[in-house]
């Protein structure tokens, strides 16, 4: 399996700009997160889905904010305004609930830079 | 609430040594799951090694292992024969196995320099 594909690696956007990421997890997997890291803030859980459905969104700093899961093998979150605090990398990860694993795999995540 | 911390933002290890990095977490519960995760300049988060909390034996990966110390809440992290390509980030997480959920709580990171 290819891993975790997240695009694209870099995006670069002025301030007020529609951002969209995208990531693909692994073929299988049932659950999908969506990170956000900052020097600041660490690495802080968005929001994630479990077979397609969000289940906990409330780290989804605010409106601006939106995530999508329309079927199994694809997710997009949203930043519509972007602004330039909103500039972090961004990571997708994935993970299946067999019994004891539930490792999470992480994509190699979107770079944001909002000017 | 679950908090996991790490109290050396930053660590160096000349290589071939051993560091031992550490990790202290808080929590009511009594099964968990504790994780070390590496993030090299790739950004990608690579898993390291994983512990049940269940289990007393520590839990080991070729040249990594951990010392598990449950009474004190303590996970921390052993990297002998260092290699170049031990220089990343590495985060100590927690994940709590009495809830149906996946929420993994990351603690701020120990970045980690190799000296050659």
């Known amino acids: 399996d290819a891993g975790v594909i997240q695009s694209p690696r870099h995006e670069v956007t002025e301030m007020g700009q529609e951002v969209t990421l995208r990531c693909k997890p692994i073929?299988?997997?049932?659950?999908l997160f969506w990170y956000r890291q900052t020097m600041m803030r660490g690495l802080e859980l968005l929001i994630y889905f479990n077979n397609n459905v969000p289940i906990d969104d409330s780290g989804m700093p605010e409106d601006r904010f939106s995530a999508k899961m329309p079927n199994a093998s694809f997710s997009t979150l949203k930043i519509q305004p972007s602004e330039p605090r909103d500039s972090a990398v961004y990571f997708c990860?994935?993970?299946?609930?067999?019994?004891?694993?539930?490792?999470?795999?992480f994509g190699a995540g979107t770079r944001l830079s909002v000017l | 609430a679950q908090t996991v911390t790490q109290s050396q933002p930053e660590m160096s290890v000349q290589e071939a040594e051993t560091v031992t990095l550490s990790c202290t977490y808080d929590?009511?519960?009594?099964?968990?799951?504790l994780f070390w995760y590496k993030q090299p300049p790739s950004r990608q988060m690579i898993l390291v090694i994983r512990?049940?909390?269940?289990?007393?034996q520590n839990a080991t990966e070729n040249r990594f292992s951990v010392n598990f110390q449950k009474a004190a809440k303590s996970f921390s992290l052993k990297i002998s024969d260092s290699q170049l390509g031990d220089a990343a980030m590495y985060f100590c997480a927690y994940r709590s196995a009495q809830t149906s959920y996946d929420k993994v709580i990351f603690g701020p990171g120990t970045s980690l320099s190799v000296i050659p």
């Open positions: 073929s299988g997997h049932d659950y």
């Open positions: 990860a994935s993970s299946y609930r067999e019994l004891a694993k539930n490792i999470q795999y």
């Open positions: 929590t009511s519960e009594s099964d968990y799951y």
């Open positions: 512990q049940e909390a269940y289990k007393q």
